[in-house]
């Protein structure tokens, strides 16, 4: 497996649908600043600083109204820092595990050991890739059988050595292709999450980015569950709901809103435990800020769950999952 490779160093200028007027606006920037250095007039310098702050204006009242399809796109946004990014810049001596034992190693499925704040742990989560080349390798994020079977495996050693797990959440479900149905894909998905259920270790999650359906759900039941500002949570992706209640994929808006798919939807339903607040302009403008800023949430959480024995985790894991809809039941 290819060693982790770091966050980019400066955030990836792709813009969205709706950010048409901000980029215009950088853009101008962008042309005035390079005439300005050119240049040196302070006449020019000035006019900068005025796009600039209109820019910031603009984007900070942008994103603090974003409805549930924006904050779908900004969710998948290639720019936006992944699994092996977090791994890079959080995890310390990351040693990678591959294969399941079974069949074959899932590279959409990424785990190994490492040490997290002086701390070993367990890491694992889904990998999207940031390239052709990388999102082909690791299929976009989308696991087969064979890495929730790996995740298993993972999940095993972490518990015979008393080691936490921390799982970071990114897929827009898992890979639905024959072979993978050929190999069991629901049962993988189903033992993945049982296995999760019954650790007596402390168990983590983070939604950074998609959380897909079984897809997610598989890593992450978990005793505590954050999700980025902009990350989105949903049984069936946007595109997928509307094809099948309208038969029309471009309704894709009006399913998003329908399915409560935003982390403030999560949260107001107690399906997350945190919002993990993102950079202004979302986690893609300030790949390491978010990361540095995951990594305290994660830390605090494993500092709440120090004192607590295998039987208390895994009962208020259990509990916390079970507890889900009931309120308003009966």
Known sequence: MRPPYRA???????????????AE??????????????????NVEKEVLRLE?????????????????????????PGRPHFLDYVSELIEDFTPLAGDRKFADDEALLGGLGRFKGRSVMVMGHEKGSDTESRIRHNFGSARPEGYRKAVRLMDLAEQFDLPVVTII???????GIGAEERGQAEAIARSTQR??????????????????????????????????HATYSVISPEGCASILWNDPAKAKEAAIAMKVTAQDCARFG?????????????????KQMITETGLVIEKALQSMSNMDGAQLRHERREKFLAM??????
């Open 8 to 22: 980019p160093a400066e955030p990836m200028r792709i813009y969205l649908e709706f950010e048409k007027q901000i």
């Open 25 to 42: 606006l950088e853009g101008r920037v962008e042309e005035l600043r390079q005439h300005a250095r050119d240049d040196q007039d302070s």
């Open 53 to 77: 702050a209109k820019a910031a204006s603009l984007l900070k009242d942008t994103y603090e109204k974003l409805d549930p399809w924006q904050k779908t796109q900004v969710a998948r946004h």
């Open 170 to 176: 990114d897929t827009a479900g898992a890979y639905p």
């Open 196 to 229: 999760c259920l019954s650790l007596k270790v402390p168990v983590i999650s983070v939604v950074i980015g998609e959380g897909g359906s079984g897809g997610a759900i598989a890593i992450a039941t978990a005793n505590k569950v954050y999700m980025l500002e």
């Open 271 to 287: 399906i997350i435990d945190q919002i993990i607040d993102e950079p202004v302009g979302g986690a893609h403008r300030a790949p």
């Open 325 to 330: 809809g009931r309120e308003g039941l009966g």
